[in-house]
């Protein structure tokens, strides 16, 4: 089963407006939740991560995540795009106490595209 | 400064032949990864080790294999048996706990020609 769910596979913004890109988990616990962006051919770099403290969570470059337990949603959110902001992003769950795998599981990846 | 290394960067292998992608960490993580990407399906897990001779599969291990001799190094051998190995790969290291999150490495591109 799917443990993390991207919900839009792009998503098209004008510089200068707020961003919002989605995601859905599933645990039975209560996991640990990432966000990575990754630029062409590049590694990945952590945005932010939640790990059970403050639901409400500040990264870098002015991202924020907030994990919603009774919706199951960690979303990512910006409030104003900056072209250098064009990326891809992952959702990733830390989910070893549901799969036995000590591991983190990734979704399938949003591709931010930020207009002039 | 501390970072993970890997090399080389592109990589070309004949149809038939073994290749091995280098991984290395100077972060004194005790975990290590390889993430296969592909466009449009995320990255999805080879393999991992917790310590040192000691791994485990992940999701798509056919066709892979993986020493972990040293805490530093986490080396990916690419087999014949591996029907399409044209892909970017990623390793990653962690402190005991993936709840910590990752380090990435900058990634080598493998292309079968």
């Known amino acids: 089963a799917q443990s993390v769910t991207q919900l839009d596979s792009h998503v098209s913004v004008s510089e200068g407006t707020p961003v919002l890109l989605r995601c859905n988990y599933s645990?039975?616990?209560?996991?640990?939740l990432f966000w990575y962006v990754q630029h062409p051919n590049k590694g990945l770099q952590l945005l932010l991560k939640?790990?059970?403290?403050?639901?409400l969570v500040k990264g870098i470059n002015g991202f924020e995540a907030e994990f919603k337990k009774s919706e199951t949603s960690f979303h990512l959110t910006k409030p104003s795009a900056h072209m250098s902001d064009a990326a891809e992003y992952f959702c990733v769950v830390s989910d070893h106490l549901d799969t036995g795998r000590r591991a983190l599981t990734f979704g399938s990846g949003t591709r931010l595209q930020v207009q002039p | 400064d501390g970072g993970i290394t890997q090399s080389p960067k592109y990589l070309f292998r004949k149809e038939g032949q073994n290749v091995t992608l280098s991984c290395e960490q100077n972060l004194n993580h005790d975990a290590m990864y390889w993430y296969r990407q592909d466009p449009g399906q995320g990255l999805r897990l080879i393999y991992y080790s917790q310590i040192v001779n000691d791994f485990q599969k992940g999701d798509i291990a056919e066709g892979y294999s993986v020493s972990r001799e040293k805490k530093e190094s986490f080396p990916l051998t690419v087999t014949s048996a591996q029907k399409n190995p044209t892909a970017f790969y990623l390793c990653?290291?962690?402190?005991?706990?993936?709840?910590?999150?990752?380090?990435f490495g900058s990634g080598t591109r493998l292309t079968v020609v």
């Open positions: 645990s039975s616990y209560s996991p640990s």
């Open positions: 990653a290291s962690s402190r005991d706990s993936p709840n910590y999150g990752y380090t």
């Open positions: 939640y790990t059970s403290a403050a639901t």
